[in-house]
């Protein structure tokens, strides 16, 4: 690009840029990597940016950041702002002075609530992690970040749990924020001890490694067929919401067991012993099958798990598309095959829904725009 040599993009189709972005502040030059995606390299308004080192910056000027977009006509114009707008964020950040009485009152909290449970505290006091044990023993991170001035504005908190709390009303005193967040953990002690017995005895595919924050599982049943289940935090051993996943014929033969079972589903024991009750099934082990057991690879990458990225954290995802062909029954992800049906000149649009063919067999696909 013209006014930024050291970004370029990665491959042909200029979605993808990489490299650096160099700032000027305090009368310094400073080159920090930044990365660039955009779903249509036409449209630089639905662009995404990343940066490891301008993380901070970034997020904390996220709106700013979005209206650049909107208003710039390509991506040189917005790097142009963004440069501006990074150097002038930076260049006040750096002059920033933490009063005394900052220091000794953010000291006299950390006193009370123990120091144990403090955990990447920076240098400069702006940001740190609290870990918090509930009932369970469960421990809890707690991520923060400290106004400048911290007696008359909010810290940010970052918490994993299933809802958002809005932060805006808190006192800014940590062991209120501990108290509340004791209460809110304790809160969703049954919604988690249903998950983390669904995860230690079944074969989960999706997610792998979940957060806390994550309310569903993808379980295998038998090859080539799993139940994603999305389980009510609030409720969690209510009749969950559910969808089988794999060939027709196996679809249709466990959801018709499910339907026809529905009422036997018993409030007073958990999830996976309903369903394994209903059901009427040992749940196959990861030990005892491979991963071409359960899934074939996607057709169009022909890889198994598909990276993406969901609420600033990588998901990896098995694929969860099939074409309905039976003498195919060729599996895809469903952004492969979505990015597909949308390359072709043939592929018709109508009602939130791309009409095509499928890449193996040419019979017709229908896959809903998410």
Known sequence: MKDFPLISPCDYTLKHYVGFIQLFINNEEHEYPIEIKLDDPSNIKTATIYSEKLSNLLEDNKKIISQMLQNSSDLNTFLIDLKDLLEKKEILLSSKKYPLKYISKMIKEFDEIGWDKISNLKSDLHSLTLNINDSYNRNHKLDLIFPYNYNTEVIQIKAD??????????????????????????????????????????????????????????????????????????????????????????????????????????????????????????????????????????????????????????????????????????????????????????????????????????????????
């Not at 067929?225 to 009749?239: A, G, K, L, M």
């Not at 529905?262 to 394994?276: A, G, M, T």
Request: aromatic letters at 12%; one cysteine or more; glycine letters at 2%.
């Open 161 to 370: 749990i299933p809802e958002k709390i809005d932060n805006k009303y808190f006192i800014n005193e940590l062991s209120k924020i501990v108290d509340f967040y004791k209460n809110i953990f304790d809160k969703y002690n049954n919604f988690w001890s249903q998950l983390e017995e669904i995860d230690k005895k079944t074969w989960v595919i999706e997610p792998l490694n979940p957060p806390r924050s994550s309310n569903y599982r993808r379980i295998i049943i038998e090859k080539k067929c799993s139940i994603n289940i999305q389980v009510n935090p609030n409720n969690p051993r209510s009749f969950p919401i559910y969808q089988f996943m794999g060939s027709d014929d196996l679809v249709q033969k466990w959801t018709m067991i499910l339907i026809n079972k529905q009422h036997q589903w018993n409030i007073n024991i958990s999830i996976y012993e309903n369903l394994k009750k209903i059901l009427n099934i040992e749940f196959p082990q990861k030990e005892k099958m491979s991963l071409s057991d359960i899934s074939d690879a996607c057709g169009i990458c022909y890889s198994h798990y598909l990276t993406i990225e969901k609420d600033d954290k990588l998901e990896k995802l098995l694929p969860d598309k099939q074409c309905k062909n039976v003498k195919c029954s060729q599996p895809y992800h469903y952004k492969c095959i979505f990015e597909w049906l949308r390359s072709l000149t043939t592929t018709k649009k109508s009602f939130n829904y791309l009409y095509g063919k499928c890449p193996y067999c040419e019979e017709m696909i229908t896959l809903p725009i998410n």
